[in-house]
């Protein structure tokens, strides 16, 4: 689902950007933006609050909540709506990375995927229709590979 990677630059630099803003420095927003800066995928709020506790990191999941709400404000992660009333979030890269999502409706696995026809393809619907379109995201839902073999 997901894999660590080392230090980001949207860590640092959205450290950077909330104390400029006048935010303390605090050890969970801290925690929570370096775990986030470390992901390949989405997270949900629980997934960060379990893996931050796994490494040994004291925060409150109404911490994480609060640190997660002020980043979705800020427009540094983006809300990933998967189903079911769940919601993942993860790092929004001002580089142009960017990718989108399969879910699996049995077992709820999510692994991003690129597709640069599927961007092309998006590039060709907004010239279209005449729309400026700012972002979109893409969430496929089916079934994993281990759950149709497991049946």
Sequence with gaps: MTEAIGPSSWTESTLAALQAGGHRNSTARR???ELLGRQQCCLT????F????AEGRRVGIASVYRTVEQLL???YVQRIEVGAGSARFEPVHGDGEHHHHL????CGRVESFS???LERALAKVEQEVGYTIAGHEVVLHGECADCATAR
């Design 31 to 33: 925690a929570v933006i």
């Design 73 to 75: 404000r800020g427009g």
């Design 50 to 53: 379990d893996q931050l506790r």
């Design 115 to 117: 597709d640069r026809s």
């Design 103 to 106: 879910v699996c409706d049995d």
């Design 45 to 48: 709020v629980q997934e960060i």
